[in-house]
Every structure is written in C-alpha cells, then in structure tokens.
C-alpha cells in the first residue's frame, strides 16, 4: 500500500504562485508514474501533469507553460508549481501514484485526499 498526503493549497490572487507538494509513504519502491488531477467545482476531474520516474512530463494543455510538475525520488515527494494562476484554476487538487507508467486515460492506483486552491479575481 502506499499512503499520498498532499500539502500546499490556499487562497491566492490572480497572477499568483503556489506550490503543491505530496509525499508517499508505504510501498514507494512500487511508484513509477506521479500525477496531479484536479476537480473544479461543477466540473469533471481532469489531469493536470504527469511525471514518470525518468522524469518524462506531460501537461494538460490549459497549463501548459505556467505549471511545473517535478519530483524528489529521494523524498519520494512530487511538486506542482504554479504560476500565473487564473480564477478557473480554482479546484481540489490530488495527486496520484502508480507503479507504471499511466496510460492515456488511465487512473492511478493510489490517490492523496485532496488540497484546496482558490484564486480570487
């Protein structure tokens, strides 16, 4: 089993910054892929950026060149940076491990219970 627990969400301005960071815990030999989703309010969860454990990335295209995903394999922690935050990047924010590398679609095994980010125009 491998326990996700993220941190980092809050209340920013539009134009602002956050780092989101979620450490694993447990069976983290098992991790290959970390992944961040995010679920707006009314909206469908969507995935945001996915890192696998050569440090391939892939971003969606609504944040693409403002969002930064990166990982500590030491720490086994990944890190969503955002910038230039924008009110419809308002969402629960969660991440997301597995042990391979995830496919178009595909959802990850094991998932952290959520950080709030608001951004307020």
């Known amino acids: 089993q491998v326990q996700l627990v993220e941190s980092g969400g809050g209340l920013v301005q539009a134009g602002g910054s956050l780092r989101l960071s979620c450490a694993a815990s447990?069976?983290?030999?098992?991790?290959?892929?970390m992944a961040w989703y995010r679920q707006g309010p009314g909206k469908q969860r969507e995935l945001v950026a996915t890192i696998t454990s050569d440090g391939s990335t892939n971003y969606a295209d609504s944040v693409k060149g403002r969002f930064t995903i990166s990982r500590d394999n030491a720490k086994m922690t990944v890190y969503l940076q955002m910038n230039s935050l924008k009110p419809e990047d308002t969402a629960v924010y969660h991440c997301g491990v597995d042990s391979y590398p995830l496919a178009p679609g595909q959802l990850p095994d094991y998932w952290g219970q959520g950080t709030q980010v608001t951004v307020s125009s």
């Open positions: 447990g069976d983290i030999f098992r991790i290959n892929a």
